[in-house]
């Protein structure tokens, strides 16, 4: 098992998370405290539950968590652009963080899910 801060979607994720605490700061009143806070919130569940996947013989639950949260994200990072509380150039690469995290928390999982059963056969 790797330490959790090596994996490279631990590292993407903290990223990730990095940048929307820096642009959720800009955010007018009305979105800072609700969809801002909700978005950083969603952020550190997201890293909570890499490092809890690491830790994890069956690491696919707390992966299916993972990439909730940053579908939410996602979404709520699309309405703050739609709303002009994120510029494009930030959309883009804050969107472009979310697309490298989702896609190794997809690997991650399909790659845990065949660990899974081959231990399951074997047994």
Request: proline share 1%; aromatic share 12%.
């Amino acid at each position: 098992m790797a330490l959790y801060y090596t994996l490279p979607v631990y590292k993407e994720s903290y990223k990730l998370v990095y940048l929307i605490f820096s642009h959720t700061n800009n955010f007018s009143r009305e979105y800072k405290y609700t969809t801002g806070q909700e978005m950083k919130t969603m952020g550190v569940n997201l890293i909570k539950n890499i490092y809890e996947a690491n830790k994890s013989v069956d690491k696919t639950i707390m992966i299916n968590e993972a990439r909730g949260n940053i579908e939410v994200i996602r979404l709520f990072l699309r309405l703050m652009q739609d709303f002009g509380q994120i510029s494009l150039k930030s959309f883009v690469e804050i969107n472009l963080s979310v697309e490298n995290v989702s896609k190794q928390l997809a690997s991650w999982e399909k790659h845990s899910s065949s660990c899974q059963n081959h231990l399951s056969a074997k047994a």
